[in-house]
């Protein structure tokens, strides 16, 4: 059996950091550590009662008369509806600062405090009074408020530009400034806490028969109080919460959910960490925290060496993620990512995952010297961010480039695995002798019957026309694309590459120096290709008023509309796609903005482009409506 006590000790410490604001990883990857050692050593572990962290006693230390609990973590929406098991709920928006309790003397504030270990806090009573929190209440009576001390967004602003200005360390995030300002030790710079809220959410002293009655009792004595939602359902309250969150002033990590009769409430009772009649709602992570197993490394069609991570199996937005993206050389040794380092990933949309941070690193990676294909000696690119292969021969490179001309040039049938089997059996050598193919050649492939080579045939003599933009698109050059080539149309004519000068393109409105020299040193190299294409009756058509034939559509809702797709599916996105296109002449966006139509997502989705959606009012469909 594993001894779990190096991963205790190393929660124990990541939660001390966490919670003086000077946290070692981020506050997604301590959440994920903690449920990754609740699930290996069990959540009704000893270390899992301890509230806060363990207070040093020194001068400021103070003790609780009542204990500030935690609360107990739920992350499924069901587990909330087993909590209430009939009762009327309360949502508010979970805070995400530091846990702060004032006490209320004769109407006066006479202390304020920390919630430190929830049994010993820190007296912080002179930053309490220069925060934004009621300096009096309607109340003779000795009283107690908690709630958490804040950063509002606009004031996290105004603090960075204040420090800035007095010359002092900037805050490392938004939550971490908070910890910072109320650190009773830190004496210089205290009117700083001027920037804070105190947002309340429980009063001890005054007897209140419901939820509802006590914030109606601190809004009336001018208390922030969290947002909230009062009678909608717990579904309800939770896709409001996902939709809205972004919007809310305050960072917010969650819902807090409490029965709304306060006897009730009580009648649950208490644990040593949390009590029973309150719960919180926190969202599924979008993130992951695996561990890199392996590094592999690949040649791009340009020569720009690419590097993979191999990961530990792990569960991530509805996908098992086993690769990551490491993007390039320059980031590797920038975020000291190795074999074996410990990794928080996030997963967005359809694309590979990505890493966002190093959690524990395991050393230095000794970057590749030789190109993985063909062996060559690599170069670092003119800004040291890439690892290059500039051999023009190098065959990872000729193969992906064969793959980006079919691909942009739409050969429907012809795979990356028909390509591989095309080129592993010598059959072609560049794009150009994809055009030499015949029927009888390919058939004779294993797995390659006699439909499936004729199909692809087929497939390739109908790009035997191609306008000049699509065939110079399809060539791959690093920085020239679609639009830059339409841009140079517009102002050279369709024989541009007989008359482009230098001078004239940097004068054009979206081409600087590097891109018009860019342009000017690819013009023989287009013109190699050219008559490459013509070898074998390719024919390039120069005139820019060639426009794609459109498949006529019947009219429909989705016809001309602009429309943009999230979350998981049902079928491949690509045919989705092409169904909008082709059968529907709709569009396909290429973000969530004002002029977006649709919004295809399946469920409630906690993607950017929903939560846009919901706040520009976009119509959200689910995909069965594309097919009605």
């Known amino acids: ?42 959540e009704d572990h000893e270390v899992f009662k301890l509230v806060g962290y363990k207070q040093d006693t020194d001068e400021y230390t103070i003790v609780h008369e009542t204990p500030m609990l935690s609360l107990n973590k739920k992350r499924i929406p069901s587990e909330i509806v087993d909590f209430a098991n009939g009762e009327k709920v309360v949502a508010a928006y979970k805070m995400d600062g530091t846990a702060t309790s004032i006490i209320y003397t004769n109407g006066l504030i006479s202390l304020g405090k920390t919630r430190g270990d929830g049994k010993v806090g820190k007296n912080i009573t002179n930053h309490v009074m220069n925060m934004n929190s009621p300096k009096t209440v309607n109340v003779n009576e000795t009283i107690e408020v908690r709630g958490e001390s804040v950063i509002s967004n606009g004031n996290y602003k105004l603090l960075v530009e204040e420090c800035k200005k007095r010359n002092i360390d900037v805050p490392k995030s938004q939550r971490n400034s908070v910890a910072g300002l109320v650190n009773p030790k830190k004496k210089s710079n205290l009117d700083l806490t001027k920037f ?5 959410y429980e009063v001890i002293g005054i007897e209140f028969t419901t939820e509802i ?23 309800e309250s939770i896709h409001s919460y996902i939709t809205q969150k972004d919007f809310y002033e305050y960072l917010s990590d969650g819902l807090v959910f409490s029965i709304n009769d306060i006897d009730k409430q009580k009648e649950r009772g208490f644990t040593d960490h949390h009590p029973k009649g309150k719960i919180a709602f926190k969202i599924d992570s979008e993130t992951e925290l695996t561990k890199i197993v392996n590094i592999k490394t690949d040649v791009s069609r340009t020569g720009r060496i690419s590097f993979v991570g191999e990961v530990e199996p792990v569960y991530l937005s509805g996908a098992t993620i086993t690769n990551v993206t490491l993007y390039n050389a320059s980031k590797i040794i920038e975020n000291k990512i190795n074999i074996g380092a410990t990794v928080e990933i996030t997963r967005s949309g359809e694309v590979i995952p990505k890493i966002l941070s190093v959690v524990e690193e395991n050393g230095i990676y000794e970057l590749p010297t030789y190109c993985p294909s063909c062996g060559s000696e690599l170069e670092w690119d003119d800004n040291k961010v890439h690892l290059m292969c500039n051999t023009v021969k190098c065959e990872r490179k000729q193969l992906q480039q064969i793959i980006y001309f079919v691909q942009q040039l739409d050969m429907d049938g012809i795979s990356e695995g028909t390509i591989n089997s095309l080129w592993n059996n010598y059959l072609i050598e560049d794009q150009y002798d994809l055009y030499k193919l015949d029927i009888n050649c390919i058939k004779k492939l294993e797995g390659f019957q006699i439909t499936k080579a004729t199909n692809i045939i087929n497939s390739i003599n109908k790009t ?23 841009l140079i149309i517009d102002n050279f004519g369709n024989d541009f590459l007989n008359t482009l000068e230098y001078n004239k393109l940097v004068t054009i409105n979206g081409i600087g120096e590097k891109t018009a020299e860019l342009i000017i040193n690819s013009v023989g190299l287009i013109n190699y290709h050219i008559n490459e294409a013509k070898k074998v009756n390719i024919s390039v058509i120069y005139s820019n008023a060639v426009k794609e034939i459109k498949k006529d559509v019947s009219d429909n809702k989705f016809k001309n509309k602009t429309i943009m797709i999230t979350g998981k599916l049902s079928k491949g996105r690509k045919d989705i796609e092409k169904h909008i296109k082709e059968n529907l002449g709709g569009l396909i966006g290429s973000s969530v903005n004002k002029n977006t139509d649709f919004l295809v997502c399946n469920e ?6 929903y939560k846009k959606a919901i706040k520009l009012n976009i119509p959200i469909i689910k995909e069965d409506e594309l097919y009605a």
């Open 464 to 486: 035997k026309n191609i306008s000049i933009v699509k065939f110079i698109n399809a060539l791959g050059i690093d920085g020239i694309g679609e639009k830059l080539i339409n």
């Open 196 to 200: 804070l809220d105190f947002v309340a």
């Open 1 to 42: 059996m594993k001894d779990y006590r190096q991963d205790i000790e190393k929660y124990l410490y990541y939660k001390r950091l966490y919670y003086q604001g000077t946290p070692l990883i981020t506050d997604s990857a301590f959440d994920l550590f903690e449920d990754k050692l609740k699930s290996n050593i069990g």
């Open 604 to 609: 409630v989705s906690n993607s950017s482009k």
């Open 213 to 235: 009655r006590k914030f109606q009792w601190l809004k009336q004595n001018n208390f922030i109080t969290p947002c909230k939602y009062f009678g909608q359902t717990i579904q």
